[in-house]
Structures are given as structure tokens and as C-alpha cells.
């Protein structure tokens, strides 16, 4: 038994192994030297913690990281989401082609170094509300290429950059990499405008999210009570 677990966990990390290869290859050296050059600058370094929001309406995606000397992460890059399809609302059934809001999360086996999209990492969709809601559908992606039917398609500059940032934190031990997916900014002045749209209710859930995750900086504790999301700061 013990060698059969032995065997197994070598070739786990030798598939990692090449996976990360894989991706390797597909990272160019201008972009692992230039986020090299840039994060210092934050007092940030590849591997630390990563945590990623996207807002439709904006069409852009935002890249926090955390350093080691706080608790707190901090914006390192916003992004130009150059495709995403749908429009406003939650993604709700196979085929709509439509691009999921929600809270998500990013892990190793859902990193894809042989994507025909360059890079791509699958952000879990759908997850647990959405499967108590009813929700179907799979594969839904942050990737490149900038073409996409309801994935959020960047750019391959961009995703080489986006991809290498999140690798590098799971590799270093994160669990987890968060993906916010948002409709829009959800500020106040944003839901009042918003107020009559038949999602105003669910936004209501995601601004709680928006909202903590603004004051204090820190991933979010996601559940579920009587259908809605419930959310607080990790300790």
C-alpha cells in the first residue's frame, strides 16, 4: 500500500512537473522579467497570494496581490477584458453564452497550459449557489486569444502575465485563487441606477461582497443561507 501511494504522489508531481513546462513554454521571458522588474517596486514578489475581480459593464479585470509583510492585498494591475458575451446577469443554463457573475474560485487542476486559447484557467463555474439555483454549464474560463463565448477572453500578453501570477501562488501554497465577477462597480450610485433590473436582488447579494472586500482588503468567507450568499472577511 505504501509504495502504491509512493508511486502515485511521484507521478502527481511529475505531471505538475510538466503542466508547468507546458506553460513555461508559452510564457515569453519579456513577461516573467518584466513582472520581475515591476512587483519590487510594490514590495510584491511572484508567488505571493493572488486575487483576481472582474466588473462587466467596465470590461476590465482586476489583479491584487499580497505581500508578505501584510494582510492586506493591494492592486497590482487593471486589465482591458477584451471579449467577454452576455451582457448583464448571472450566467443560468448550458449554451446560454452567457458570462458568469458571482464568486469563484481558481485551482491548480484548473490551470490549462495547452489551452488552443494560449493560456486558460477554469474559474469553477458553476459553483455551489449556482448549483442550488439550478444553474448548469461548465468550462467556463479566463483565457487568451481575446475571443470567447462566455469566458472572460483576455489578450495573450495579458494572459501570460495573469496566468504566470496565479501559477506561481498555487505553486507557493495558496489554496485558492479568488475570482470576484462582478456585473459593474457596485456603488451605491451604481445600484440606485439599477434599482427596477430584475437581477437588483442578486446584485444586492455580490455588493456585500463588493463592499467587504473594499474595506477591508482581504479574501471573502462565501456561504449560502436560505439561497443567498452570505459573506465576511477571512480572519
Not at 210 to 223: A, E, H, M, S, W
Request: some cysteine; charged content about 20%; overall charge positive.
Amino acid at each position: 500500500m505504501q509504495l502504491k501511494i509512493h508511486a502515485k504522489t511521484v507521478f502527481c508531481l511529475l505531471l505538475l512537473l510538466i503542466f508547468s513546462a507546458q506553460a513555461a513554454n508559452r510564457i515569453s521571458k519579456s513577461t516573467r522579467e518584466k513582472l520581475q522588474r515591476e512587483l519590487p517596486i510594490l514590495q510584491l514578489s511572484v508567488g505571493n497570494p493572488v486575487l483576481i475581480r472582474t466588473f462587466k459593464q467596465e470590461s476590465r479585470l482586476e489583479l491584487w496581490i499580497k505581500p508578505k509583510s501584510s494582510d492586506q492585498y493591494r492592486l497590482f494591475r487593471t486589465y482591458p477584458i477584451c471579449y467577454y458575451s452576455g451582457g448583464l446577469g448571472p450566467k443560468r443554463r448550458t449554451g446560454d453564452k452567457i458570462t458568469p457573475e458571482g464568486f469563484y474560485n481558481i485551482r491548480q487542476r484548473d490551470l490549462n497550459p495547452y489551452s488552443r486559447f494560449h493560456l486558460s484557467m477554469d474559474i469553477g463555474y458553476p459553483n455551489a449557489y449556482d448549483r442550488l439555483h439550478g444553474r448548469t454549464g461548465s468550462l467556463l474560463m479566463i483565457h487568451g486569444a481575446c475571443d470567447a463565448v462566455g469566458c472572460f477572453a483576455m489578450n495573450n500578453a495579458q494572459i501570460e502575465e495573469i496566468y504566470y501570477l496565479v501559477e506561481q501562488a498555487l505553486k507557493n501554497g495558496q489554496a485558492a485563487v479568488q475570482v470576484h465577477a462582478f456585473p459593474f462597480h457596485l456603488t451605491a450610485d451604481n445600484m440606485k441606477k439599477y434599482q427596477q433590473h430584475k437581477w437588483f436582488g442578486f446584485w444586492a447579494q455580490l455588493q456585500a461582497g463588493y463592499d467587504v472586500f473594499n474595506d477591508t482588503r482581504r479574501p471573502l468567507q462565501i456561504g449560502i443561507d436560505n439561497g443567498h450568499y452570505t459573506v465576511s472577511a477571512s480572519p
